[in-house]
């Protein structure tokens, strides 16, 4: 079973350049930019990707953060298996909360 899924993901390379983990990324960053809120004149920043880097932007640990969202106080959006964060969003929510 190991030898098929190695020699799937080695024709996955040769035709696209990429590994599969690698490719996956991409499209879904692609589909967050096509889905994520329209960008306003307030509202220059790009979305952020994923609880880690959520956290790495507030200063705080991925498991407060991901707590919040667990309680259903940290609004977000969900493509695959990635979460997309609204900056403003967050810090409207944050506003009221306490990490």
């Given at each position: 079973?190991?030898?098929?899924?190695?020699?799937?993901?080695?024709?996955?390379?040769?035709?696209?350049?990429?590994?599969?983990?690698?490719?996956?990324?991409?499209?879904?960053?692609?589909i967050a930019c096509k889905v994520s809120i329209p960008q306003t004149a307030t509202a220059s920043r790009k979305p952020i990707h994923g609880i880690r880097n959520l956290a790495r932007e507030y200063g705080s640990s991925t498991a407060s953060f991901?707590?919040?969202?667990?309680?259903?106080?940290?609004?977000?959006?969900?493509?695959?298996?990635?979460?997309i964060f609204d900056i403003d969003e967050v810090n409207k929510a944050l506003k009221g909360n306490s990490l």
């Open positions: 079973m190991a030898f098929i899924e190695s020699q799937q993901q080695t024709a996955f390379n040769a035709i696209f350049g990429l590994s599969v983990e690698e490719f996956t990324e991409a499209i879904a960053s692609k991901q707590k919040m969202i667990n309680e259903g106080r940290l609004p977000y959006r969900r493509i695959g298996n990635r979460y």
